[in-house]
């Protein structure tokens, strides 16, 4: 039997987890939009993975062997790598050409799609307080978005899109993650991103597609660049981010349940904010900040109905 001191010991160590992970996932963020003007996102891609990938497969040996890796299930996690691939793709291209804290606000819709996904993909029943938060939620991203007049600015359509890709991507996670070890799927993951990231750059030195105007498409298309190494040491810093964030999350959501652990992702937005004031000189206006209030009150809210249905339900 579990007592309730252990239980506690669990939440309050799941809190902290959940608070290094965002903190460390909005710092390699942070590197990422400092290092997209001079290089291309593939180039930081392929070296976050390549960094990330000894100290996922060492922390795999330690934990359950190579053989976990081998896995029936390889189709969906291929599938699912694919999606987070493209999703992460997205949010990193959208960050280039916005303020973090935009992107970051705007990201927070995930658990609206995934709430909207429940029912068609999960076959699970969407109450009706649910249907209210996320209409509510994607309000508040029409504000801060402004679609239609001059300030609109299409990189946070990537950012919509990142938000929707990790929203499937948990979803198919769900199921994966009962039969196959988080780390299992982890290392795929990585590996997937490295792989794509070669890709894109062989396909970007093929075509010679440079001079793009829009930031988000020039930090796609930039030409490879060696590194100083200076420069070197801040991309390398981002892989060992990388490894260490993934390793937080999955701890944090392993000691205390979802519903407990979701609500303080949304110290994101704190970390962005002071990150774009800092080093970017970025400070969101008024009608982001009225935004990013209603993305998250309203994510907050379905959390929090979440909670108390099912404490309710027998």
Aim: hydrophobic share 55%; glycine share 8%.
């Amino acid at each position: 039997m579990i007592s309730t001191h252990s239980l506690t010991d669990n939440k309050a160590r799941a809190a902290l987890l959940i608070l290094l992970a965002i903190g460390l996932a909005t710092t390699q963020d942070a590197i990422v939009k400092s290092m997209s003007s001079i290089y291309p996102v593939y180039e930081t891609m392929i070296i976050r993975g390549l960094t990330s990938t000894p100290i996922l497969a060492v922390w795999l040996w330690r934990m359950h062997g190579f053989p976990k890796l081998v896995t029936p299930l390889w189709p969906r996690i291929l599938l699912r790598g694919l999606i987070l691939c493209s999703a992460y793709l997205a949010f990193v291209l959208s960050i280039a050409a916005m303020p973090i804290a935009n992107a970051v606000a705007i990201y927070f819709t995930m658990p609206f799609f995934v709430g909207g996904l429940a029912g068609p993909l999960l076959g699970e029943r969407v109450p009706l307080y649910r249907w209210i938060a996320i209409v509510t939620g994607f309000v508040g991203v029409i504000i801060m978005v402004r679609p239609g007049i001059e300030a609109f600015e299409p990189a946070s359509l990537l950012a919509l899109y990142s938000a929707f890709g990790y929203a499937v991507g948990q979803m198919m996670g769900r199921h994966l993650a009962q039969t196959v070890e988080p780390l299992v799927i982890a290392n795929w993951q990585n590996a997937i991103y490295v792989v794509v990231s070669i890709l894109i750059g062989i396909a970007v030195l093929a075509t010679d597609f440079t001079g793009a105007s829009h930031k988000s498409l020039a930090f796609l298309t930039r030409p490879f660049a060696w590194p100083t190494s200076q420069h070197f040491l801040a991309l390398f810093a981002i892989g060992i981010l990388a490894a260490f964030t993934m390793m937080s999350f999955i701890s944090a959501y392993k000691l205390a349940e979802s519903n407990f652990v979701a609500p303080f992702e949304y110290s994101g937005m704190v970390w962005a904010v002071g990150f774009g004031l800092i080093f970017f000189n970025d400070f969101p206006d008024a009608w982001t900040w009225a935004g990013m209030v209603i993305v998250a009150g309203a994510g907050l809210f379905m959390l929090a109905m979440d909670r108390r249905a099912k404490a309710q339900s027998p």
